[in-house]
């Protein structure tokens, strides 16, 4: 008891100490929340008309990022798995940011899946017992269960990881490793789930569509360690704990493999519309070429296909991507390719035309832009907090019987009240 | 009955909030996120009853889940508010489904001239916010020769209908027998009720607008702002599961006017179409005209292929 109590103190110590630099960050953050919920509050008092949203296009920006961010969430499984199961020890080792990555960007989820209701104030409607969770049959019901759990398991397991070693034991496999499992199956889940949330519709042919699911992994899997990738080279930089290389090139393998699937995915899909159109193909026709005179996606969904070729064509070829300037350029690329894709280029054309033939071009407004950044603030500052705790935990320089020997934090000398069992760091 | 159950819940919650009430400014911003305008909020601080009836709404339970008491205490909040808020005495019914009853709809789309005169009587009847203009029913002008609907007009003006080389097609809620809006409510604030008829609690509804990405007929309809309904438009004979006066950020749909048709009206599309076009009645009774114009006409309905089982037939002459 004396000991958790000790870890959160220290760990808050951690979050409220460190250089300019991270000060700055953080307040940069927190100034870009403060703007996003004086936009939000203006959503609640005027009502959703302040958003681009309309009885046309009746999900935009939030969703979109929702369910790109589901994604990104899903992705640390990849490192999970060669954490873990194939036991290679470099991935091991930073396996802790991966799964820092998955909570902020379920966090995120949440939110903007909060921001997107209509009456937030209900929101207890969906518990169950108390509410009325209309589960299994609501997909968005499904999809509550799968967020939650996920959230769940890793908050549970590196917290596991990092008391432990805090207290200078080593974690127990036998512990942790059910959850591990259960973990690698839950992240496929929450973004199978989320694909069915929209594939589910038989309203809208754009993503009635059994290759949705398969093709929400792929690109997950792509842009989630893509991600990563840039992460943990400024993790690198800015810290002490330092990423080997042959992490990033694994990483960087998934990522390949990844988008090329994604991409023959993205055929398949454009060979079914595009060889013998029929009215299912009026979407993705808006998409590409525009209809009847309404083209706001098509500029959008070019960029991410030219981004998208150019990053698999870099990552394709051995020598580019050993490169780690290029690597980084396709790493952003693909990033920003996917987010296009699945958000912008995903949820909206889902929409036009309305299952009544109306046509409609959707455009964000400076409220639904303002949110969404906040929320991303939001997800940044949550990976800063849970990076800049599990760093010194896992590099030995932040335990219960060690105190606090971190260069960000003011050291403290002489030995606490009660030490615990001194065991030397690992790694 | 329904004064009692009012004063009771007004009663000494009200008073030991009376702090609060100065608050004005706090009370705004909480009266924002739970959904009430700022009109609204200013007027709760005058007015003791909107406060506690704001709470009331909050802690209300899901219509199935409610005692006949607190369907009541529910029912007098919604007359008070109006009374607050439009200043008209208002009657919500609750009545039930008639037994032995499902109702179905029919269309004669060679009938249909394209005069939305249905369009008009059905935002008369409902109550749908003037402002964003919520409508039920949408008239696609098309031309002869196709039925693509990407290049159908929802929007058309014309001086006189029907105009040459058109036809009309009326769509609204299907009441479909197998619902892909119900089966996609996370918390069940819309379901089917024993006469067919989908329903939404407005009250239980969160807004996640998913049951609107599910319906393939676009039927559903949300108040993206604070409805908004002239005083004097106001239709007083409301049923809680219709026309009543919406709140902001919820879904709505057609009901074919249960508040009419449970008390053996016709609905009001009806009764507003000058070509006779519509008839509606009981699929149950083998003698109704509903089930004349399905065993008699050659009838269509909308997106069969779904399976969402419509009960509204399109027919020809």
Known sequence: MMQLARFFYDGARQVFSGSWLYRVWMLGLGAVVLMGGLMYSQQLEQGMIVTGMSDQVSWGAYIANFTYLVGVAAAAVMLVIPAYIFNRQDIKHIVLIGEGIAVAAVVMCMLFVTVDLGRPDRIWHLIPLLGRFHFPQSMLAWDVVVLSGYLLLNLTIPFYILFSRYRGKEPDLRVYFPGVIIAIAWAISIHTVTAFLFSSNVARPFWHTAVLGPRFLASAFTSGPALIILALQLIDRVTELKVSSTVIDLIALIVTISLQINLFLLGVELFTDFYFPTEHSASAIYLYTGLHGFNALVPWIWSAAALNLVAVSILTVHRWRGKRALLNAACLMAVVGVWIEKGMGLIIPGFVPTPIGEMFDYVPTQVEIGVSLAIWAIGLMIFTVLARVAIPIELGTLSYAGGDRTSGAARRSGARGTPGPHHPPMH | ?317
């Not at chain 2, 009200?14 to 705004?28: D, N, W």
């Not at chain 2, 029912?75 to 508010?81: N, Q």
């Not at chain 2, 039930?96 to 008369?124: D, H, T």
Request: charged share 25%; hydrophobic share 35%.
């Open chain 2, 1 to 317: 009955m329904t004064e009692d159950v009012s004063t009771a819940s007004t009663g000494a919650a009200a008073i030991s909030r009376r702090s609060l009430l100065r608050k004005g400014s706090v009370l705004g911003a909480v009266a924002a996120f739970f959904g009430v305008g700022s009109a609204a909020a200013q007027e709760a601080v005058k007015d003791d009853s909107a406060l506690a009836d704001m709470w009331g709404d909050f802690f209300q339970q899901h219509y199935k889940k409610m005692s006949p008491e607190e369907v009541q205490a529910a029912i007098a909040r919604i007359e008070r508010k109006a009374k607050r808020e439009y200043g008209v005495e208002l009657t919500v019914g609750n009545e039930p489904p008639l037994e032995g009853v499902v109702f179905g709809y029919a269309l004669n789309i060679s009938k249909c001239k394209g005069v939305r005169r249905c369009v008009e009587a059905c935002m008369a009847e409902n109550n749908q916010s003037r402002d964003s203009q919520i409508q039920y029913i949408r008239v696609l002008e098309m031309d002869y020769g196709r039925m693509d609907l990407t290049l159908a007009d929802g929007y058309y003006s014309a001086e006189a209908v029907p105009r040459p080389g058109k036809f009309y097609l009326p769509i609204q809620c299907m009441q479909c027998e197998n619902p892909p809006c119900v089966k996609a409510c996370p918390v069940e604030a819309t379901w089917k009720e024993a006469d067919g008829i989908v329903v939404i609690d407005y009250n239980w509804c969160i807004g996640c607008r998913y049951c609107m990405t599910a319906c393939p007929y676009w039927a559903r309809h949300f108040n993206w702002n604070r409805p908004k309904v002239p005083a004097e438009e106001i239709n007083t004979d409301t049923h809680y599961l219709s026309t009543r006066p919406r709140a902001k950020r919820v879904m709505e749909q057609s009901t074919f006017c249960l508040q009419r048709t449970r008390k053996g009206r016709q609905p009001a599309c009806l009764e507003a179409c000058p070509t006779g076009a519509r008839i509606f009645g009981n699929l149950l009774d083998p003698n109704s005209d509903i089930r004349y114009v399905i065993e008699n006409k050659t009838v269509f309905r909308l997106k069969e292929d779904l399976g969402t089982e419509p009960k509204f037939w399109y027919y020809t002459d």
